[in-house]
């Protein structure tokens, strides 16, 4: 029985669902939604601030300052207040009310910024405000997730030993790509690891991140409107990249056994299905990578009228059918 006194000594990191009912695929995703800021962002947020504090970047009279759409702010919004820090989240449209409202009752102050393509969308919106803060104020410390090293660090310290101690047959690791701190820190940690194993970035579609066509995304977490700083092709096996059509399906058959995850979930397990589908076999040993639980995600993946209003009516399909993505969309890295 775990006893903590600080919100981010407290992390789940064994918990797997069998997805084989749902996928029609041997497939285990890890849970990384049960910790007290509800997503694998903790981890990150973590060895960020302590890296800071290391350098001596963070002392008491800082302002730390971050651009989120969501996860990595509320983890932050949670270290923070119990570190002592103040804390400035620069957001956009994009971020889901809740989240905001977790924010703000952590005692963080969030700002909204609106994004063009004329600027890089709203990350480029969002960049540019937390350069401004910066500038004008030199308590500010910006973390900077996009580019910290200490992100991928954290799960080439954490998440990746953990699948490979309770998977040591473990063949294909499917992972979404965000800041793609997640997938390169797993990736890093596999590439030296005594076993090959395939690893599967899953994008939105929309996302430039690896190459593709810049288009409309509006499920956070997954996709980035500029390549991603940290990401390095040379340790990606395959690219499959998702449509959110898909996502929202994917979501919809996992909850409708009962398990409620995020959008990028959704994502992570519609490409994931798609790509077992395809190059599976019996025996092999299949990882994915479940970020957070779909609280968040009440008023838009969830909610009939959003999905409705973004995507058409033919997502209502049954529910508890075998997931899978409606069009091949993968590609070799
Ligand atoms: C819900 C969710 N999924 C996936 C990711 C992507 O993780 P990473 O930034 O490590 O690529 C994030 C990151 O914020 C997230 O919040």
């Known amino acids: 029985m775990p006893v903590i006194s600080v919100p981010q000594a407290f992390n789940e990191e064994e918990l797997y669902v069998d997805l084989r009912a749902v996928i029609g695929r041997a497939l285990f995703l890890k849970c990384e939604g049960f910790n007290f800021a509800g997503s694998i962002k903790l981890k990150a947020a973590a060895e960020m601030v302590a890296a800071a504090e290391r350098e001596g970047a963070l002392t008491r009279r800082s302002i730390l300052v971050e651009s989120s759409s969501g996860n990595l702010g509320v983890a932050l919004s949670m270290i ?143 996709g980035m409107s500029v390549r991603p700083p940290l990401l390095d092709d040379a340790y990606v096996d395959d690219v499959l990249v998702v449509e959110e059509a898909d996502t929202i399906r994917a979501c919809r058959r996992l909850a409708a056994r009962g398990f409620l995850f995020g959008g990028s979930t959704g994502t992570v397990v519609s490409g994931a299905a798609g790509w077992l589908e395809r190059y599976g076999h019996p025996g092999m040993t299949a990882v994915a990578i479940a970020p957070d639980l779909g609280e968040r995600y009440l008023d838009t993946v969830y909610q009939s009228t959003w999905v409705r209003d973004l995507y058409g009516d033919d997502l209502d399909g049954d529910a508890r059918e075998p997931v899978l993505p409606t069009r091949e969309a993968g590609r070799g890295a």
């Open 80 to 222: 923070a207040a119990s570190k002592g820090y103040r804390f400035l989240c620069v957001t956009d449209a994009r971020c889901n009310l809740a989240t905001r409202l977790m924010m703000e009752a952590l005692g963080s102050q969030v700002h909204m910024v609106s994004g063009t393509e004329s600027n890089g969308g709203f990350l480029g919106a969002r960049l540019d405000y937390v350069r401004d803060l910066c500038a004008t104020d030199d308590r500010c410390v910006w973390l900077s997730q996009y580019t910290n090293p200490a992100n991928w660090r954290a799960h080439y310290r954490t998440t990746a030993p953990a699948i490979a101690r309770f998977f040591p047959d473990l063949d294909v690791l499917f992972v979404g790509a965000g800041t793609t701190g997640t997938l390169m820190g797993c990736a890093r940690y596999f590439r030296r690891w005594d076993r090959p194993v395939r690893i599967v970035a899953v994008d939105s579609a929309g996302s430039v991140s690896f190459g593709g066509a810049p288009g409309r995304r509006m499920i956070p977490g997954l």
